[in-house]
């Protein structure tokens, strides 16, 4: 079976450069432009995503945090695997500890591709 990434991030351009190298890496890539987290999370629990790609500064739509935040108090969702995902590697450092929270992660972009892949199969293959 394929694997479901769910790509929410304000970037379009982004998406679809991510979108492309997942699915020519045999993953079930789904962009989703993020929304306000209470339409969001409906798309997230019907998707049923593998992982989910997660930014960090979603503009005009708030903080990837608290984003995160709803996903982790979703019974749904709660236990899906997140990786965030942020060109702000200060504040990704400065909140680690609450990305040890059990299948969550942390990207620095830019990233290589190499990189990208090497988190998802750490996200895919179980606990953090």
């Known amino acids: 079976m394929t694997q479901r990434i769910a790509i929410v991030d304000d970037d379009a351009t982004l998406r679809a450069v991510v979108h492309d190298l997942l699915s ?13 987290a209470v339409a969001l999370l409906p798309r997230l629990r019907m998707l049923q995503p593998d992982v989910i790609l997660l930014d960090l500064h ?23 695997p997140v990786v965030i995902w ?9 909140r680690a500890p609450s990305l ?3 299948r969550c992660y942390a990207l620095d972009k830019p990233f290589d591709l190499d990189l990208l892949l ?3 199969e750490r996200a895919l293959s179980g606990p953090a």
């Open 118 to 120: 090497q988190t998802l």
């Open 58 to 80: 979603l503009q005009g739509q708030g903080s990837g945090w608290r984003i995160l935040d709803r996903i982790r108090a979703d019974p749904v969702l709660a236990t899906m």
């Open 100 to 102: 040890e929270a059990p």
């Open 24 to 36: 020519d890496e045999g993953y079930e890539p789904h962009g989703m432009a993020p929304t306000l």
């Open 86 to 94: 942020s060109a702000d590697a200060v504040q990704l450092r400065a």
